[in-house]
């Protein structure tokens, strides 16, 4: 069965960095586009980035353009998001998600299936 596994959460100054990481099994990881979402406190789920099945395609939300970045290793079916510079409108949630579609783009949508989430804090 399919399973998102994140990781790297942490808490942070703002202007800090943080790399997280998404451990999938269960799929064929490289046949599948693949994205990051997060969760503020007190607000709804939100996209951030989308990458396509071999990593040369990458898509952010504006807030995060220049600062994070999306990347994948098929061999090792890990999903990753490099996040730079942080703010502390960054706060929040990140959960990796699957499309549902093998090879093809749908779009995210709040119902793909994710993982746990992992916690990023960023305070001074």
């Known amino acids: 069965q399919v399973q998102l596994v994140e990781s790297g959460g942490d808490s942070v100054q703002p202007g800090g960095s943080l790399t997280l990481s998404c451990a999938a099994s269960g799929f064929t990881f490289g046949d599948y586009w693949m994205y990051w979402v997060r969760q503020a406190p007190g607000k709804e789920l939100e996209w951030v980035s989308t990458?396509?099945?071999?990593?040369?395609?990458?898509y952010y939300t504006n807030s995060v353009k220049g600062r994070f970045t999306s990347s994948r290793d098929n061999a090792k079916g890990t999903l990753y998001l490099l996040m730079d510079n942080l703010r502390s409108d960054d706060t929040a949630v990140y959960y990796c998600?699957?499309?549902?579609?093998?090879?093809?783009?749908?779009?995210?949508?709040?119902?793909?299936?994710r993982g746990q989430g992992t916690q990023v804090t960023v305070s001074s």
């Open positions: 990458i396509n099945r071999n990593g040369a395609t990458t």
């Open positions: 998600s699957k499309d549902p579609r093998e090879r093809f783009r749908t779009g995210w949508d709040p119902r793909f299936q």
